[in-house]
Protein backbone atom coordinates (compact mmCIF):
# COMPACT_ATOMS: atom_id res chain seq x y z
CA UNK A 1 0.00 0.00 0.00
CA UNK A 2 0.95 3.88 -0.19
CA UNK A 3 0.04 6.59 2.25
CA UNK A 4 0.29 10.03 0.08
CA UNK A 5 -0.51 13.56 1.35
CA UNK A 6 -2.49 15.09 -1.64
CA UNK A 7 -3.62 18.39 -2.61
CA UNK A 8 -4.59 18.68 1.32
CA UNK A 9 -3.52 15.71 3.42
CA UNK A 10 -4.09 12.02 3.69
CA UNK A 11 -7.33 10.64 3.02
CA UNK A 12 -8.26 7.00 3.35
CA UNK A 13 -11.30 4.50 3.54
CA UNK A 14 -12.17 3.76 7.49
CA UNK A 15 -10.90 0.14 8.34
CA UNK A 16 -9.81 -0.08 4.74
CA UNK A 17 -6.84 1.79 4.61
CA UNK A 18 -7.49 4.57 7.49
CA UNK A 19 -6.78 2.03 10.24
CA UNK A 20 -5.25 2.07 13.98
CA UNK A 21 -2.22 0.73 12.31
CA UNK A 22 -1.43 3.34 9.06
CA UNK A 23 -2.21 6.09 11.76
CA UNK A 24 0.19 5.32 14.19
CA UNK A 25 2.90 5.57 10.53
CA UNK A 26 1.79 8.87 9.88
CA UNK A 27 1.92 10.24 13.55
CA UNK A 28 5.31 9.39 14.40
CA UNK A 29 6.47 10.46 10.99
CA UNK A 30 4.76 13.61 11.83
CA UNK A 31 6.81 13.59 15.24
CA UNK A 32 9.89 12.83 13.47
CA UNK A 33 9.72 15.78 11.73
CA UNK A 34 8.62 17.92 14.57
CA UNK A 35 12.13 16.68 16.13
CA UNK A 36 13.80 17.26 13.23
CA UNK A 37 12.76 20.82 12.68
CA UNK A 38 13.92 21.27 16.12
CA UNK A 39 9.97 22.38 17.23
CA UNK A 40 9.08 19.09 19.45
CA UNK A 41 9.27 21.00 22.73
CA UNK A 42 6.58 23.17 21.81
CA UNK A 43 4.24 20.48 21.45
CA UNK A 44 1.12 19.23 18.75
CA UNK A 45 -2.11 20.66 18.80
CA UNK A 46 -4.48 17.97 17.89
CA UNK A 47 -8.09 18.40 16.22
CA UNK A 48 -10.27 16.30 14.89
CA UNK A 49 -13.77 16.90 12.80
CA UNK A 50 -17.25 14.92 13.60
CA UNK A 51 -16.72 11.69 12.03
CA UNK A 52 -17.14 8.22 13.08
CA UNK A 53 -14.63 7.30 15.87
CA UNK A 54 -12.49 10.63 15.45
CA UNK A 55 -11.89 10.96 19.67
CA UNK A 56 -10.11 7.29 19.04
CA UNK A 57 -8.01 8.32 16.56
CA UNK A 58 -7.06 11.28 18.32
CA UNK A 59 -6.21 9.54 21.27
CA UNK A 60 -4.02 6.54 19.56
CA UNK A 61 -2.15 10.29 17.59
CA UNK A 62 -1.99 11.41 21.29
CA UNK A 63 -0.25 8.03 22.16
CA UNK A 64 2.30 8.34 19.51
CA UNK A 65 3.12 12.27 20.29
CA UNK A 66 3.56 11.14 23.64
CA UNK A 67 5.47 8.07 23.08
CA UNK A 68 8.06 10.01 21.12
CA UNK A 69 8.24 12.75 24.41
CA UNK A 70 6.14 15.38 22.02
CA UNK A 71 3.43 17.41 24.57
CA UNK A 72 -0.30 17.14 22.84
CA UNK A 73 -2.71 19.85 23.36
CA UNK A 74 -6.06 18.70 22.87
CA UNK A 75 -9.84 19.94 23.37
CA UNK A 76 -12.17 17.60 24.44
CA UNK A 77 -14.31 18.89 21.69
CA UNK A 78 -14.22 18.32 17.94
CA UNK A 79 -12.61 21.40 16.22
CA UNK A 80 -13.04 22.89 12.84
CA UNK A 81 -9.83 22.55 10.95
CA UNK A 82 -9.34 26.84 11.13
CA UNK A 83 -9.75 26.51 14.85
CA UNK A 84 -6.72 23.87 15.08
CA UNK A 85 -4.65 26.42 13.28
CA UNK A 86 -5.38 28.85 15.69
CA UNK A 87 -4.65 26.85 18.26
CA UNK A 88 -1.30 26.55 17.32
CA UNK A 89 -0.39 30.18 16.91
CA UNK A 90 -2.46 30.90 20.17
CA UNK A 91 -0.71 28.20 21.98
CA UNK A 92 2.55 28.86 20.40
CA UNK A 93 2.84 25.10 19.14
CA UNK A 94 5.05 23.23 16.98
CA UNK A 95 2.34 22.62 14.34
CA UNK A 96 -1.24 20.77 14.54
CA UNK A 97 -2.72 17.59 13.36
CA UNK A 98 -5.51 17.37 12.06
CA UNK A 99 -7.74 14.47 11.82
CA UNK A 100 -11.02 15.30 9.06
CA UNK A 101 -11.47 13.86 5.26
CA UNK A 102 -13.29 17.09 4.86
CA UNK A 103 -16.38 17.20 2.73
CA UNK A 104 -15.58 13.14 1.74
CA UNK A 105 -18.50 10.70 2.10
CA UNK A 106 -18.92 9.26 5.57
CA UNK A 107 -16.92 6.12 5.02
CA UNK A 108 -13.62 8.56 5.29
CA UNK A 109 -11.25 9.96 7.60
CA UNK A 110 -7.98 11.48 6.95
CA UNK A 111 -5.07 13.37 8.65
CA UNK A 112 -3.51 16.67 8.03
CA UNK A 113 -0.27 18.05 8.91
CA UNK A 114 -0.72 22.03 10.02
CA UNK A 115 2.70 23.36 10.33
CA UNK A 116 4.02 26.47 12.95
CA UNK A 117 2.97 29.19 10.87
CA UNK A 118 -0.98 27.94 11.05
CA UNK A 119 -1.74 27.01 7.40
CA UNK A 120 -1.44 24.44 5.03
CA UNK A 121 1.64 22.18 4.63
CA UNK A 122 4.24 23.05 1.38
CA UNK A 123 5.09 20.52 -0.05
CA UNK A 124 8.53 20.26 0.77
CA UNK A 125 7.25 19.18 4.30
CA UNK A 126 4.33 16.82 3.13
CA UNK A 127 7.14 15.21 0.74
CA UNK A 128 9.72 14.97 4.01
CA UNK A 129 6.44 13.63 6.15
CA UNK A 130 6.02 11.01 3.10
CA UNK A 131 9.06 9.84 2.83
CA UNK A 132 9.30 9.00 6.35
CA UNK A 133 6.12 7.21 6.32
CA UNK A 134 7.36 5.21 3.35
CA UNK A 135 10.44 3.93 5.26
CA UNK A 136 8.18 2.74 7.78
CA UNK A 137 5.87 0.89 5.48
CA UNK A 138 9.07 -0.91 4.66
CA UNK A 139 10.30 -1.70 7.75
CA UNK A 140 6.85 -2.90 8.78
CA UNK A 141 6.84 -4.95 5.50
CA UNK A 142 10.69 -6.33 7.13
CA UNK A 143 8.59 -6.92 10.52
CA UNK A 144 11.12 -4.49 12.08
CA UNK A 145 9.00 -1.43 12.96
CA UNK A 146 7.95 -0.38 16.59
CA UNK A 147 6.58 2.57 17.28
CA UNK A 148 6.55 4.11 20.78
CA UNK A 149 3.19 5.15 22.42
CA UNK A 150 2.24 6.14 26.02
CA UNK A 151 -1.00 5.74 27.17
CA UNK A 152 -3.11 8.61 28.31
CA UNK A 153 -3.24 8.58 31.69
CA UNK A 154 0.64 7.53 31.70
CA UNK A 155 1.32 10.79 29.73
CA UNK A 156 -0.95 12.76 31.62
CA UNK A 157 1.36 11.63 34.46
CA UNK A 158 4.17 13.26 33.17
CA UNK A 159 2.71 16.32 32.25
CA UNK A 160 2.32 15.65 28.43
CA UNK A 161 -1.27 16.21 28.22
CA UNK A 162 -2.70 19.52 27.90
CA UNK A 163 -6.37 20.45 27.56
CA UNK A 164 -7.32 23.01 25.42
CA UNK A 165 -10.17 25.16 24.80
CA UNK A 166 -9.81 27.94 21.74
CA UNK A 167 -13.23 28.36 20.93
CA UNK A 168 -13.43 32.04 23.17
CA UNK A 169 -10.35 33.11 21.97
CA UNK A 170 -10.91 31.83 18.57
CA UNK A 171 -14.10 34.02 18.44
CA UNK A 172 -12.24 36.96 20.33
CA UNK A 173 -9.63 37.00 16.74
CA UNK A 174 -12.51 36.80 14.73
CA UNK A 175 -13.96 40.07 15.88
CA UNK A 176 -9.87 41.90 14.81
CA UNK A 177 -11.20 41.20 10.82
CA UNK A 178 -15.02 41.26 11.39
CA UNK A 179 -17.04 44.28 12.03
CA UNK A 180 -19.38 42.23 14.54
CA UNK A 181 -21.14 45.97 15.35
CA UNK A 182 -22.05 46.37 11.70
CA UNK A 183 -23.32 42.81 11.98
CA UNK A 184 -25.39 42.98 14.98
CA UNK A 185 -26.61 46.63 14.32
CA UNK A 186 -28.21 45.11 10.69
CA UNK A 187 -30.56 42.99 12.41
CA UNK A 188 -30.37 40.50 9.67
CA UNK A 189 -32.25 36.97 9.94
CA UNK A 190 -29.54 34.44 9.61
CA UNK A 191 -29.87 30.60 8.62
CA UNK A 192 -26.89 28.28 9.36
CA UNK A 193 -26.07 25.22 8.27
CA UNK A 194 -22.78 23.39 9.37
CA UNK A 195 -24.17 20.40 7.90
CA UNK A 196 -23.14 17.88 11.08
CA UNK A 197 -19.36 18.93 10.95
CA UNK A 198 -17.21 20.25 13.49
CA UNK A 199 -18.19 23.73 12.92
CA UNK A 200 -21.44 23.49 14.83
CA UNK A 201 -21.99 26.35 17.39
CA UNK A 202 -19.30 28.73 15.70
CA UNK A 203 -21.33 31.09 13.60
CA UNK A 204 -24.06 30.52 15.87
CA UNK A 205 -21.74 31.69 18.60
CA UNK A 206 -20.62 34.52 16.61
CA UNK A 207 -23.80 35.75 15.63
CA UNK A 208 -24.52 35.91 19.20
CA UNK A 209 -22.07 38.11 20.44
CA UNK A 210 -23.04 40.67 17.62
CA UNK A 211 -26.53 40.85 18.41
CA UNK A 212 -27.89 38.52 15.81
CA UNK A 213 -29.92 35.83 16.37
CA UNK A 214 -29.36 32.81 13.99
CA UNK A 215 -31.28 29.93 12.95
CA UNK A 216 -29.10 26.62 12.51
CA UNK A 217 -29.95 23.59 10.98
CA UNK A 218 -27.82 20.40 11.01
CA UNK A 219 -26.17 21.37 13.64
CA UNK A 220 -25.80 18.35 15.93
CA UNK A 221 -23.32 15.31 15.25
CA UNK A 222 -24.33 12.87 12.54
CA UNK A 223 -21.22 10.62 11.58
CA UNK A 224 -23.43 9.91 8.50
CA UNK A 225 -23.93 13.37 7.07
CA UNK A 226 -27.62 13.08 6.91
CA UNK A 227 -27.13 10.50 3.95
CA UNK A 228 -25.09 13.34 2.04
CA UNK A 229 -21.94 14.54 1.21
CA UNK A 230 -20.88 17.43 3.58
CA UNK A 231 -19.97 19.60 0.60
CA UNK A 232 -21.36 22.88 0.73
CA UNK A 233 -22.26 23.26 -2.85
CA UNK A 234 -25.38 24.68 -4.65
CA UNK A 235 -26.98 20.95 -5.44
CA UNK A 236 -26.44 19.68 -1.68
CA UNK A 237 -27.54 23.16 0.28
CA UNK A 238 -31.41 22.41 -0.88
CA UNK A 239 -32.30 21.88 2.91
CA UNK A 240 -31.13 25.35 3.88
CA UNK A 241 -32.43 26.92 0.70
CA UNK A 242 -35.59 25.77 1.73
CA UNK A 243 -35.64 27.09 5.11
CA UNK A 244 -34.34 30.46 3.78
CA UNK A 245 -37.42 30.54 1.53
CA UNK A 246 -39.76 29.12 4.20
CA UNK A 247 -38.49 31.57 6.68
CA UNK A 248 -38.00 34.71 4.82
CA UNK A 249 -34.37 34.61 6.84
CA UNK A 250 -32.36 37.32 4.71
CA UNK A 251 -29.11 35.24 3.91
CA UNK A 252 -27.94 31.32 4.35
CA UNK A 253 -24.63 30.65 5.85
CA UNK A 254 -22.98 27.00 5.10
CA UNK A 255 -19.52 25.42 5.86
CA UNK A 256 -17.95 21.89 5.19
CA UNK A 257 -17.30 18.92 8.13
CA UNK A 258 -14.29 20.47 8.68
CA UNK A 259 -15.73 24.21 8.25
CA UNK A 260 -12.70 25.36 6.25
CA UNK A 261 -14.89 26.16 3.00
CA UNK A 262 -18.10 27.55 2.92
CA UNK A 263 -21.67 27.89 1.06
CA UNK A 264 -23.51 31.25 0.70
CA UNK A 265 -27.40 31.37 0.00
CA UNK A 266 -29.23 34.60 -0.63
CA UNK A 267 -32.53 35.25 0.30
CA UNK A 268 -34.54 34.71 -2.89
CA UNK A 269 -32.40 31.12 -2.72
CA UNK A 270 -29.94 31.56 -4.90
CA UNK A 271 -26.06 29.86 -4.76
CA UNK A 272 -23.43 32.36 -4.31
CA UNK A 273 -20.37 30.80 -5.62
CA UNK A 274 -16.80 30.85 -4.26
CA UNK A 275 -16.13 33.44 -6.80
CA UNK A 276 -18.90 35.90 -6.29
CA UNK A 277 -17.85 35.47 -2.47
CA UNK A 278 -14.59 36.55 -3.52
CA UNK A 279 -15.41 39.27 -5.52
CA UNK A 280 -18.34 40.40 -3.30
CA UNK A 281 -15.26 40.46 -0.35
CA UNK A 282 -12.57 41.99 -2.51
CA UNK A 283 -14.92 44.99 -3.71
CA UNK A 284 -16.23 45.49 0.06
CA UNK A 285 -12.72 45.61 1.62
CA UNK A 286 -11.50 48.16 -0.98
CA UNK A 287 -14.51 50.08 -1.06
CA UNK A 288 -16.37 49.82 2.20
CA UNK A 289 -13.33 49.60 4.57
CA UNK A 290 -10.64 51.16 2.07
CA UNK A 291 -8.39 48.75 2.57
CA UNK A 292 -5.46 47.94 0.39
CA UNK A 293 -2.93 45.35 -0.85
CA UNK A 294 -2.37 42.45 -3.21
CA UNK A 295 -4.74 39.60 -3.70
CA UNK A 296 -3.47 35.99 -4.10
CA UNK A 297 -5.77 33.64 -6.12
CA UNK A 298 -5.40 30.58 -7.98
CA UNK A 299 -4.76 29.70 -11.49
CA UNK A 300 -8.69 28.36 -11.76
CA UNK A 301 -9.84 31.84 -10.31
CA UNK A 302 -12.15 34.16 -11.13
CA UNK A 303 -10.07 37.00 -12.89
CA UNK A 304 -12.80 39.84 -11.87
CA UNK A 305 -10.24 40.22 -8.78
CA UNK A 306 -8.03 41.05 -11.45
CA UNK A 307 -10.13 43.60 -13.02
CA UNK A 308 -10.87 45.18 -9.78
CA UNK A 309 -7.13 44.76 -8.36
CA UNK A 310 -6.36 46.71 -12.08
CA UNK A 311 -8.85 49.61 -11.49
CA UNK A 312 -7.37 50.42 -7.79
CA UNK A 313 -3.50 49.93 -8.88
CA UNK A 314 -3.21 47.01 -7.32
CA UNK A 315 -1.21 43.82 -7.66
CA UNK A 316 -2.26 39.82 -8.30
CA UNK A 317 -0.57 36.96 -7.16
CA UNK A 318 -1.53 33.67 -9.17
CA UNK A 319 -1.05 30.75 -8.03
CA UNK A 320 -1.59 26.50 -8.28
CA UNK A 321 -4.49 25.27 -7.11
CA UNK A 322 -4.17 24.28 -3.25
CA UNK A 323 -4.77 26.90 -0.56
CA UNK A 324 -1.11 25.91 0.72
CA UNK A 325 0.12 28.88 -2.34
CA UNK A 326 -2.72 30.86 -0.90
CA UNK A 327 -1.47 30.32 2.92
CA UNK A 328 1.89 30.91 1.90
CA UNK A 329 1.01 34.67 -0.36
CA UNK A 330 -1.03 35.23 2.81
CA UNK A 331 1.72 34.86 4.98
CA UNK A 332 3.23 38.05 3.65
CA UNK A 333 1.49 41.26 5.39
CA UNK A 334 1.18 42.76 1.90
CA UNK A 335 -1.40 40.35 0.81
CA UNK A 336 -5.12 41.75 1.45
CA UNK A 337 -7.05 38.55 0.32
CA UNK A 338 -6.54 34.96 -0.73
CA UNK A 339 -8.82 32.47 -1.59
CA UNK A 340 -9.86 30.34 -4.31
CA UNK A 341 -12.60 29.01 -6.83
CA UNK A 342 -12.88 25.77 -4.85
CA UNK A 343 -14.43 27.66 -1.92
CA UNK A 344 -11.53 28.45 0.50
CA UNK A 345 -10.71 31.86 1.84
CA UNK A 346 -8.71 34.67 4.28
CA UNK A 347 -7.65 37.74 4.73
CA UNK A 348 -5.21 39.90 5.66
CA UNK A 349 -4.46 39.86 9.94
CA UNK A 350 -6.53 36.28 10.01
CA UNK A 351 -4.97 32.53 9.36
CA UNK A 352 -2.76 31.71 6.29
CA UNK A 353 -5.24 29.05 6.25
CA UNK A 354 -8.82 28.61 4.86
CA UNK A 355 -11.63 29.43 7.16
CA UNK A 356 -15.07 29.50 6.19
CA UNK A 357 -16.73 30.50 9.76
CA UNK A 358 -14.78 33.32 8.70
CA UNK A 359 -15.95 34.04 4.68
CA UNK A 360 -19.66 33.56 6.41
CA UNK A 361 -19.71 36.21 8.73
CA UNK A 362 -17.48 38.73 6.34
CA UNK A 363 -20.81 37.78 4.06
CA UNK A 364 -22.97 38.75 6.72
CA UNK A 365 -20.46 42.26 6.60
CA UNK A 366 -20.82 42.85 3.18
CA UNK A 367 -24.79 42.09 3.35
CA UNK A 368 -24.99 44.62 6.34
CA UNK A 369 -22.79 47.29 4.99
CA UNK A 370 -24.27 47.52 1.75
CA UNK A 371 -27.55 46.87 3.27
CA UNK A 372 -29.11 45.08 0.03
CA UNK A 373 -28.91 41.25 -1.09
CA UNK A 374 -25.67 40.12 -2.45
CA UNK A 375 -27.02 39.29 -5.75
CA UNK A 376 -27.76 43.54 -6.33
CA UNK A 377 -24.12 44.21 -5.32
CA UNK A 378 -23.03 41.58 -7.44
CA UNK A 379 -24.82 43.54 -10.16
CA UNK A 380 -23.32 46.58 -8.97
CA UNK A 381 -20.28 45.19 -10.19
CA UNK A 382 -20.81 43.69 -12.77
CA UNK A 383 -22.46 47.04 -14.54
CA UNK A 384 -18.86 48.70 -13.23
CA UNK A 385 -16.48 45.71 -14.25
CA UNK A 386 -18.45 44.27 -17.01
CA UNK A 387 -19.96 40.65 -16.58
CA UNK A 388 -17.85 37.13 -16.30
CA UNK A 389 -19.36 33.48 -15.83
CA UNK A 390 -17.40 30.85 -15.01
CA UNK A 391 -18.04 27.39 -14.47
CA UNK A 392 -15.75 24.44 -13.35
CA UNK A 393 -16.79 20.77 -15.24
CA UNK A 394 -15.39 17.81 -13.11
CA UNK A 395 -15.02 15.25 -16.16
CA UNK A 396 -14.49 11.57 -15.56
CA UNK A 397 -11.65 9.75 -17.77
CA UNK A 398 -11.34 5.89 -17.99
CA UNK A 399 -8.19 5.09 -16.05
CA UNK A 400 -6.42 3.81 -19.44
CA UNK A 401 -7.49 7.37 -21.25
CA UNK A 402 -5.57 9.68 -18.57
CA UNK A 403 -1.97 9.44 -20.07
CA UNK A 404 -3.10 10.28 -23.49
CA UNK A 405 -4.92 13.31 -22.05
CA UNK A 406 -1.97 14.42 -20.22
CA UNK A 407 0.24 13.90 -23.18
CA UNK A 408 -2.30 16.05 -25.36
CA UNK A 409 -2.87 18.44 -22.73
CA UNK A 410 1.11 18.97 -22.62
CA UNK A 411 1.17 20.18 -26.46
CA UNK A 412 -2.31 22.00 -26.36
CA UNK A 413 -1.40 25.31 -27.39
CA UNK A 414 -4.23 26.52 -30.00
CA UNK A 415 -3.68 29.69 -32.05
CA UNK A 416 -7.76 30.44 -31.11
CA UNK A 417 -10.58 29.00 -29.23
CA UNK A 418 -13.99 29.32 -29.72
CA UNK A 419 -12.78 32.06 -32.59
CA UNK A 420 -11.02 33.94 -30.02
CA UNK A 421 -7.14 34.88 -30.36
CA UNK A 422 -5.06 32.88 -27.58
CA UNK A 423 -2.91 35.75 -26.28
CA UNK A 424 -1.17 33.82 -23.48
CA UNK A 425 -0.08 29.95 -22.61
CA UNK A 426 0.24 29.62 -18.83
CA UNK A 427 1.34 26.08 -17.21
CA UNK A 428 1.62 26.49 -13.56
CA UNK A 429 -0.33 23.89 -12.89
CA UNK A 430 -2.15 22.26 -16.05
CA UNK A 431 -2.60 24.28 -19.04
CA UNK A 432 -4.37 27.63 -18.84
CA UNK A 433 -5.05 29.97 -22.12
CA UNK A 434 -6.52 33.31 -22.09
CA UNK A 435 -8.14 34.68 -24.73
CA UNK A 436 -8.28 38.36 -26.79
CA UNK A 437 -11.39 39.31 -24.91
CA UNK A 438 -10.56 38.39 -21.34
CA UNK A 439 -11.90 35.03 -21.36
CA UNK A 440 -9.93 32.00 -20.39
CA UNK A 441 -9.84 28.52 -20.05
CA UNK A 442 -8.02 25.72 -17.76
CA UNK A 443 -7.72 22.17 -17.67
CA UNK A 444 -5.95 20.44 -15.41
CA UNK A 445 -5.97 17.06 -13.44
CA UNK A 446 -6.97 16.95 -9.86
CA UNK A 447 -4.76 16.24 -6.98
CA UNK A 448 -7.98 15.22 -5.14
CA UNK A 449 -9.99 13.25 -7.24
CA UNK A 450 -9.36 10.67 -10.10
CA UNK A 451 -10.60 13.08 -12.56
CA UNK A 452 -9.98 16.39 -15.20
CA UNK A 453 -11.40 19.72 -13.97
CA UNK A 454 -12.04 22.04 -16.81
CA UNK A 455 -12.64 25.62 -16.11
CA UNK A 456 -14.00 28.47 -18.05
CA UNK A 457 -14.81 32.27 -17.84
CA UNK A 458 -16.02 33.73 -20.57
CA UNK A 459 -17.90 36.93 -21.07
CA UNK A 460 -21.50 35.52 -21.46
CA UNK A 461 -22.95 32.08 -20.75
CA UNK A 462 -23.03 31.84 -24.85
CA UNK A 463 -19.17 32.38 -25.09
CA UNK A 464 -18.83 29.89 -21.85
CA UNK A 465 -20.68 26.83 -23.31
CA UNK A 466 -18.37 27.75 -27.19
CA UNK A 467 -15.45 27.66 -25.52
CA UNK A 468 -16.16 24.56 -22.97
CA UNK A 469 -17.04 22.28 -26.06
CA UNK A 470 -13.67 23.73 -28.32
CA UNK A 471 -11.25 22.42 -25.88
CA UNK A 472 -13.15 19.21 -24.67
CA UNK A 473 -12.94 18.54 -28.97
CA UNK A 474 -9.34 19.60 -28.55
CA UNK A 475 -8.60 17.30 -26.04
CA UNK A 476 -10.70 14.38 -26.23
CA UNK A 477 -12.15 14.95 -22.84
O1 LIG B 1 -8.78 20.43 -7.77
P1 LIG B 1 -8.16 19.56 -6.72
O2 LIG B 1 -6.69 19.31 -6.96
O3 LIG B 1 -8.96 18.32 -6.55
O4 LIG B 1 -8.20 20.37 -5.37
C1 LIG B 1 -9.41 20.89 -4.89
C2 LIG B 1 -9.21 21.43 -3.48
O5 LIG B 1 -8.81 20.37 -2.66
C3 LIG B 1 -8.63 20.66 -1.28
O6 LIG B 1 -9.84 21.02 -0.72
C4 LIG B 1 -7.61 21.78 -1.11
O7 LIG B 1 -7.55 22.19 0.22
C5 LIG B 1 -7.97 22.95 -1.98
O8 LIG B 1 -6.97 23.92 -1.87
C6 LIG B 1 -8.18 22.54 -3.42
O9 LIG B 1 -8.62 23.62 -4.16
Not at 303 to 325: C, N, Q, W
Amino acid sequence: MTIKFGTDGWRAIMAEEFTFANLEIVVQAIARYVQEAGLADRGVVIGYDNRFFAEKFAERSAEVLTGNGIAVLMSKKTLPTPVTAFAIQHYKAAGAIMLTASHNPPEYNGIKFIPEYAGPAMPEITDRIESFVNEMLAMREQKSLTIPRLRVPKAQEQGLVRSIEPHDAYIEALKQVVDFSAIGASGLKIVVDPMWGAGIGYIEASLKEAGLEGKAIHDYRDPLFGGIMPEPSASVLTALKEELLATGADLGLALDGDADRFGIIEADGSYINPNQVLTLLFHHLLTRKEERGKVARTVATTHMLDRIASKAGLEVEETPVGFKYIGQSLRDPACLLGGEESGGLSIRGHLPEKDGILACLLMVEVRAIAQKPLTEILAEISAEYGTLVSERLDLHTLPEEKATILEALKSYNPATVAGQKVVKRLAIDGVKVLLEDGSYALVRPSGTEPLFRLYVEANSEEELKAIQQDVKQALGL
